[in-house]
C-alpha cells in the first residue's frame, strides 16, 4: 500500500453519493501505525457497487496521508 510497507483497509467516508454513483474516501491504516487515504469512484451494477476506473484505467486516486481515523466509519475486525 505504501512504499513503507503493507497495509490494511481500516474504514470509509463517503463523499458524493446518487442513486447509481458515489465517490468514496477509502482509510487505509499503513504497516507504520500511520493513516492513508484515496478517493474511489463506484457504480451501482447489477446489484452491487463496482469500482469505476478512470480513463487512464486507474482504480483510485493518490494516496494521502491522514492524521487520523476521526470522520470515517470504521470496518470491525
Known sequence: ???RGGGSY???ALVRYAADTARVQ???KTGAGG???T???LRWDA???KVVPSR???VHASLGTVTGSAGYT???K
Do not use: H, I, K, P
Request: charged letters at 10%; glycine letters at 12%; a negative charge.
Open 26 to 28: 477509502l482509510l487505509v
Open 74 to 76: 470504521l470496518w470491525r
Open 47 to 49: 446489484g452491487d457497487w
Open 35 to 37: 493513516y492513508v487515504a
Open 10 to 12: 481500516a474504514g470509509f
Open 39 to 41: 478517493l474511489v469512484e
Open 56 to 58: 487512464a484505467g486507474v
Open 1 to 3: 500500500v505504501t512504499s
